[in-house]
């Protein structure tokens, strides 16, 4: 998504001048996101679970950062861009940000619940009833 929206701005662009603090929010959103993403992908690591969501679950993530979302690395990606939009000035990214949270949300994270549901069962159950998908 951050490729089209660049793609779109150098086509057709969306000049919209807005302040220079703008730029380092987005700085700190990308930080902050990719801060997230690392500490889950340390707590896969920790936990000798499969990162990759094509891959069978060993465990249920349920501390760190995962008490906070249930989905902190989709969660960081949609951040972000976000950030990479506001860092560029670039309109098309911001609006990319839409479309990119609704296909990671049908065609990744609803069967990721699915999966999880058969495999952990109540206990993934409780889980999604304590943490918020997203924050």
């Known amino acids: 998504m951050i490729a089209v929206g660049y793609w779109l701005n150098l086509y057709y662009p969306l000049i919209i001048p ?20 690392l500490i889950a992908v340390y707590q896969f690591w920790r936990e000798k679970t499969h990162i990759e969501p094509w891959k069978p679950a ?32 670039n309109i098309w990214i911001l609006f990319n940000t ?5 296909a990671l949300y049908f065609l990744v994270v609803k069967k ?10 109540d ?10 998908r997203w924050l």
């Open 58 to 89: 060993s465990s249920l993530m349920l501390e760190g950062v995962f008490a906070y979302s249930r989905n902190p690395i989709y969660l960081s990606f949609i951040i972000i861009t976000l950030g990479i939009g506001l860092v560029l000035n």
């Open 112 to 121: 990721e619940e699915l999966y999880l549901e058969r495999v952990f069962g």
């Open 123 to 132: 206990l993934y159950l409780d889980y999604k009833k304590r943490v918020r």
């Open 98 to 102: 839409g479309p990119l949270l609704i």
């Open 18 to 37: 807005w302040p220079e603090f703008f730029f380092f929010i987005g700085l700190f959103l990308i930080a902050g996101a990719v801060s997230f993403a």
